[in-house]
């Protein structure tokens, strides 16, 4: 609510000047959308007088009341927080880390009732990085979403850049994505997701120029679809995305699967940033992990995904499993994309069982292992990696949280690269050995 004190400012006003500064006021309250209280005690005589403040307030009456079902919100998250990296291409590292449970961000949500049960919505969302003030995904003033639709009782449509499904459906089951059941979400931080992230169950690469279908809750079931155009002229199918969606969440029990198929995915899913090269640029290559970057001249990215947590008492056990496939390696072609060679299909199979236990109201810990292993291809015997996470969140409020995650890796075999692997800790520089661990102490704060 606006409060506008305007007595001195009348003091020495004529009666017409009077009325037309309170037209002024009205008209500047009533523009934004915004409610307002007038203090004008001493000046509220003559018959005139009353007549303008009793329209004043009619109109805005009026106005609240065609605005009533519009609704435009501010919301952000800001955390922050030390971090140890044992060892950064050989060295030990101590920094400031933005967003280790989740990414800073504001953002804007808003609706207008369109009659009906159908509603217009929107989302604006912008990362951001807290220790230095630059903008995250790349440079993208709304990086993270973007996006206008309809809803209604029949579902949500949405259209612009979004998450896909596998993150909508499965990735709340994964520790560093966990919302599923659980009271301190994301309890296993960014840190704490698959290698690479290469099944994107951590939100890590958003969809460009997508359409999104989400259904309505029917008794804990819900389902969705999606697809994302290519955009490129005569060629409907390059760098297409489709994926379905299936969840289901009632009680102690929640479930979830998911389906994704991505055409050219070194630019459609891993490039999809600002930042991100372009097929023409010197180097095209936009996969950085080395634990599939070998594989981006793949013509296909496919990934099978399900999820699953259950509730008893204040434990909450978790596990998710996903398939991930780089079909038609060789297909694609581009700067440094398959330095090897290769031909064929590099398959991932990735495994996490994780547990959230809330020991009081206010304090809640967790631990996770996953287990990736990739499969043989070409001269590559294929790597496994192995991955503990522990985690301790304290809420100091509803919004505001502090927290500490320990994490622990462990590679063996040959990489992508056809190097001997070594750990890579998402979101850290990578070890120079097969072991790499880290320790995140930080704050995070909703609005």
């Known amino acids: 609510m606006m409060i506008f004190n305007i007595d001195r400012d009348l003091e020495n006003w004529s009666y017409v000047a009077k009325i037309a500064h309170l037209r002024s006021f009205a008209i500047l309250l009533i523009g934004p959308g915004f409610h307002g209280v007038l203090s004008i005690s001493r000046y509220l005589w003559g018959g005139a007088m009353k007549k303008q403040i009793l329209g004043i307030a009619a109109c805005m009456s009026v106005y609240g009341v065609a605005h009533a079902q519009s609704s435009v919100t501010l919301y952000g998250l800001l955390d922050n927080g030390f971090v140890f990296n044992s060892n950064s291409k050989g060295s030990r590292q101590y920094e400031l880390g933005s967003g280790n449970l989740q990414g800073d961000r504001w953002g804007l949500i808003g609706s207008e009732d369109l009659g009906g049960g159908l509603k217009a919505i929107f989302r604006l969302e912008g990362g951001f990085n807290i220790d230095n003030g630059t903008l995250g995904q790349g440079g993208a003033e709304f990086g993270r979403k973007a996006y206008v639709g309809l809803a209604s009782s029949m579902g949500t449509v949405t259209l612009g850049r979004q998450y896909d499904l596998l993150g909508d459906y499965v990735g709340s089951f994964e520790s560093g994505n966990a919302e599923k059941l659980v009271t301190l979400k994301e309890w296993g931080s960014i840190y704490g997701s698959h ?253």
Do not use: C
């Open 195 to 447: 290698p690479g992230d290469m099944d994107n169950l951590d939100n890590t690469n958003r969809i460009n120029n997508s359409i999104k279908y989400a259904s309505p809750n029917y008794g804990g079931l819900s389902f969705g679809g999606f697809y994302s155009f290519g955009g490129k002229a005569g060629e409907f199918t390059q760098d297409q995305i489709y994926a379905v969606g299936a969840g289901y969440d009632n009680g102690p029990l929640a479930l979830g699967v998911s389906y994704e198929n991505a055409r050219d995915p070194n630019f459609s899913v891993f490039g999809t940033n600002p930042s991100a090269n372009s097929p023409t640029s010197t180097s095209a290559l936009n996969m950085s992990s080395p634990v599939y970057s070998g594989f981006a001249s793949a013509h296909t990215w496919q990934v099978v995904s399900a999820g699953a947590a259950y509730k008893v008492g204040n434990a909450t056990i978790g596990g998710v499993y996903s398939n991930v496939q780089f079909k038609d390696i060789g297909a694609e072609a581009g700067a440094g994309l398959n330095p090897q060679k290769l031909t064929g299909t590099a398959t991932f199979n990735i495994g996490e069982i994780n547990l959230a236990y809330l020991v009081t109201p206010a304090l809640q810990v967790g631990t996770a292992y996953t287990y990736t292993r990739g499969s043989s291809i070409g001269s590559i015997s294929g790597a496994i990696y192995s991955q503990v996470n522990l985690a301790a969140n304290y809420a100091l409020s509803v919004r505001t949280d502090l927290y500490l995650v320990g994490i622990y890796q462990h590679a063996s075999g040959k990489d992508s690269t056809g190097k001997t692997a070594v750990a890579a800790i998402s979101n850290l520089s990578n070890s120079s050995t097969n072991v790499q661990t880290a320790l995140i102490v930080g704050i995070r704060h909703k609005f």
